[in-house]
């Protein structure tokens, strides 16, 4: 092989502090554009975001030479930055400290994706919540 081959996906997610509501819906769209810029600089390909009002999910390929936890620092950083600084200054807003993420096969990106997009029902239809999405 002349030139390298990688084929890296992840699924990310991390909540609100505290579990707090504070992906209303008048500021979701804008934190997952923030969410898609900041992967895109970082040379990844956003295939979902999604979420409801105290997380958020995101499933991306991903370069060899970016580590998760700067991907996802990245991330949360910059949306967290455009909400407390440019949105909505005078009101709170945070990401938790911490974060999970899972590696997925290329044959899963779809369910996963279908998964993500589909959080709002998700939720409503099941009143446990995956050990992992409270992290």
């Given at each position: 092989m002349?030139?390298?081959?990688?084929?890296?996906?992840?699924?990310?997610?991390?909540?609100?502090?505290?579990?707090?509501?504070?992906?209303?819906?008048?500021?979701?769209?804008?934190?997952?554009?923030?969410?898609?810029?900041?992967?895109?600089?970082?040379?990844?390909?956003?295939?979902?975001?999604?979420?409801?009002?105290?997380?958020?999910?995101l499933?991306?390929?991903?370069?060899?030479?970016?580590?998760?936890?700067d991907l996802?620092?990245?991330?949360?950083?910059?949306?967290?930055?455009?909400?407390?600084?440019?949105?909505?200054?005078?009101?709170?807003?945070?990401?938790?400290?911490?974060?999970?993420?899972f590696?997925?096969?290329?044959?899963?990106?779809?369910?996963?994706?279908?998964?993500?997009?589909?959080?709002?029902?998700?939720?409503?239809?099941?009143?446990?919540?995956?050990?992992?999405?409270?992290?």
């Amino acid at each position: 092989m002349h030139r390298n081959f990688t084929q890296l996906y992840i699924h990310c997610v991390w909540g609100t502090w505290d579990r707090l509501p504070l992906v209303t819906p008048d500021i979701q769209e804008i934190i997952y554009s923030a969410i898609a810029k900041q992967c895109s600089e970082l040379g990844c390909k956003v295939i979902a975001i999604g979420g409801i009002v105290d997380h958020v999910h995101l499933l991306a390929g991903y370069p060899p030479n970016l580590t998760i936890s700067d991907l996802v620092q990245k991330t949360k950083g910059s949306s967290s930055h455009l909400i407390t600084h440019e949105i909505k200054p005078q009101e709170f807003f945070k990401w938790q400290g911490g974060y999970g993420a899972f590696t997925v096969s290329h044959h899963h990106l779809e369910q996963i994706a279908n998964y993500i997009q589909n959080q709002a029902t998700h939720h409503q239809q099941k009143s446990l919540i995956a050990h992992w999405e409270i992290l």
